[in-house]
Each structure stands twice: as C-alpha cells, then as structure tokens.
C-alpha cells in the first residue's frame, strides 16, 4: 500500500508539472512565433493527457483483487502505458507535419531570446521530473509510471535539441533551420512512442521477462535445498508492481505430503522475501 502510494503522489506531481509546463511553452510560442517550440507544446498537450491517464491506471490498479479478477488490477498500466505510446507516436507525426509545412511556407520568428530561456528552464524541471518518475517506477515495478518518466526525458531531451537549434537560427538569421529542428524531433519523439507501446504490448501478451527469469533462476540456484529435486515449468507474469510466480517442484518420492508441505513453503518464503 505504502508503495502504491508513493506512485501516485509521484505521477499527481507531474500531472502538476504537465500543466505548468504546458502553459509556459504556449506562452514561448505566442512570443516568438516558433514552429519548434509550437512542436514541444503540442507535445505538452499529450504529456497532460497521458499523467491524467497513469494517474487513474495507478488508482485503478490499486485496488484489492476481487472475484471478478483474482489477479487484480494490474494489468491496467500496460493499457495505460499502450495508450499513452500511442499519444506520443501520434505527437510526433503531427509534428512532423507541422515541420514540412513550415518549411513549404517560412514564417518570420522574433523574441528568440525570451523564447530560449522559457523553453529551456521547462525542459530541466521535465528532466528532473521524468528522472524521479523512472527511478520510482522501476523500483516499485510500475510500468505506468516509468512510462510518464520516459515520456518527461523524452521531452526534456526534444527540449534541449530545440534549445540548439533555436540558438542556430538566432545565430545564422534562417528561419527555416527551426523547421528543421522540429523535424528531426518529431521523428525521436515518434521512436520514443513505438518504444512504449510496444512494451506495453508484451505486457498485455504476458510475453517472458527474459532478464527477470534469469535472475529469479540465479537465485534459486544459490539457495537451492538438498530436497529440492527439481524446479520446472517457472512462469513469470506480471499485474503492475504485483508479480505472480509459478512452478513445479520436484521432491523426494518417500516424502508424505507434509514434508513436501514444507518444501513448498520453504520455496516461496525464499521467494518472496
């Protein structure tokens, strides 16, 4: 529960920072007339979006199993996550539109300057945001979580590449360069959306977490007891921050069953502790 909670006070903080950001970068925009800094906000947009959907996966998520599903709630952060990817590869193509339009029809850009400094001090707090998301998520094994995370150092990393190139226009006076640099994060932003969806995918089709059985297989070698003839048919699969671990155990044929009993329990204390 304490875990649970720590998620969504995390996700309430950048759906918080979504909104302020947000409203910083249309600010930039209204001022400087930039199509690059246009692109970073449309992409604001789905930042808000997707917290406001990881925050109710993660609500949603939290509550207790019951009959109608005996796993629980988990698996509702992969759809979280699926849905959010699919924002944010949506972000980038319209971005990217955007980027060919304007360099079909140039615009004047003005106020540079102003522009640069709002953009690039919403970019760090994104970036220090979106590393405080990933950390918790993968320590509390929440993909709707270190999803937002990746999403805010997606964007702070777009950011920081359209504070580049903003500088290169205001250096070399082109106002198409902008366009440019919209572009190429447009398609990084787009990559960054196939990514997520496609983890969340395997998570819906409960695909093996190769990485997590190995260690899992490590671990039982190192305290494997003398009557444990053999472990077979282990599965893994995972409902948000809840892990369900399945398989056989193989002991001695005279033992009666409270001694296999044993065994058994001996096995999953190891396990889950």
Same mark, same amino acid.
Not at 82 to 96: C, D, M, R, Y
Not at 206 to 229: C, N, P, S
């Given at each position: 529960?304490?875990?649970?909670?720590?998620?969504?006070?995390?996700?309430?903080?950048?759906?918080?920072?979504?909104?302020?950001?947000?409203?910083?970068?249309?600010?930039?925009?209204?001022?400087?007339?930039?199509?690059?800094? *246009?692109? =970073? $906000?449309?992409?604001?947009?789905?930042? @808000?979006?997707?917290? !406001? +959907?990881? /925050?109710?996966?993660?609500?949603?998520?939290?509550?207790?199993?019951?009959?109608?599903?005996?796993?629980?709630?988990?698996?509702?952060?992969?759809?979280?996550?699926?849905?959010?990817?699919?924002?944010?590869?949506?972000?980038?193509?319209?971005?990217?539109?955007?980027?060919?339009?304007?360099?079909?029809?140039?615009?004047?850009?003005?106020?540079?300057?102003?522009?640069?400094?709002?953009?690039?001090?919403?970019?760090?707090?994104?970036?220090?945001?979106?590393?405080?998301a990933v950390r918790t998520g993968k320590r509390n094994r929440s993909l709707a979580l270190e999803s937002s995370g990746?999403?805010? *150092?997606? =964007? $702070?990393?777009?950011?920081?590449?359209? @504070?580049?190139?903003? !500088? +290169?226009? /205001?250096?070399?006076?082109?106002?198409?360069?902008?366009?440019?640099?919209?572009?190429?994060?447009?398609?990084?932003?787009?990559?960054?959306?196939?990514r997520i969806l496609r983890r969340s995918i395997a998570g819906i089709m409960d695909e093996a977490d190769t990485k997590?059985?190995?260690?899992?297989?490590?671990?039982?070698?190192?305290?494997?007891?003398?009557?444990?003839?053999?472990?077979?048919?282990?599965?893994?699969?995972?409902?948000?921050?809840?892990?369900?671990?399945?398989?056989?155990?193989?002991?001695?044929?005279?033992?009666?069953?409270?001694?296999?009993?044993?065994?058994?329990?001996?096995?999953?204390?190891?396990?889950?502790?």
């Amino acid at each position: 529960m304490q875990i649970t909670r720590q998620n969504i006070r995390v996700q309430v903080w950048v759906l918080t920072a979504g909104i302020l950001l947000f409203l910083i970068k249309v600010i930039a925009w209204y001022l400087t007339n930039s199509v690059a800094i *246009l692109t =970073d $906000a449309l992409e604001g947009t789905v930042n @808000v979006l997707s917290a !406001l +959907l990881g /925050l109710y996966s993660l609500h949603l998520a939290a509550r207790p199993r019951d009959a109608n599903h005996p796993y629980g709630h988990g698996k509702v952060e992969f759809i979280s996550a699926a849905i959010e990817g699919t924002l944010i590869a949506g972000a980038g193509i319209l971005i990217i539109w955007q980027s060919v339009d304007r360099l079909l029809q140039p615009q004047d850009i003005q106020r540079l300057d102003t522009g640069i400094l709002l953009v690039g001090a919403a970019g760090a707090l994104n970036a220090f945001l979106g590393w405080i998301a990933v950390r918790t998520g993968k320590r509390n094994r929440s993909l709707a979580l270190e999803s937002s995370g990746r999403h805010l *150092l997606s =964007d $702070a990393w777009s950011t920081a590449g359209l @504070v580049v190139g903003l !500088l +290169l226009v /205001l250096l070399t006076g082109f106002p198409w360069v902008d366009a440019l640099v919209a572009m190429v994060f447009g398609m990084i932003i787009g990559a960054t959306g196939y990514r997520i969806l496609r983890r969340s995918i395997a998570g819906i089709m409960d695909e093996a977490d190769t990485k997590l059985l190995q260690e899992l297989i490590a671990f039982l070698q190192e305290i494997r007891r003398v009557h444990w003839v053999d472990i077979h048919n282990l599965r893994i699969i995972q409902y948000g921050a809840v892990l369900h671990i399945d398989c056989h155990l193989t002991v001695p044929w005279y033992f009666d069953v409270m001694q296999a009993h044993a065994e058994v329990d001996a096995l999953e204390k190891a396990v889950r502790n």
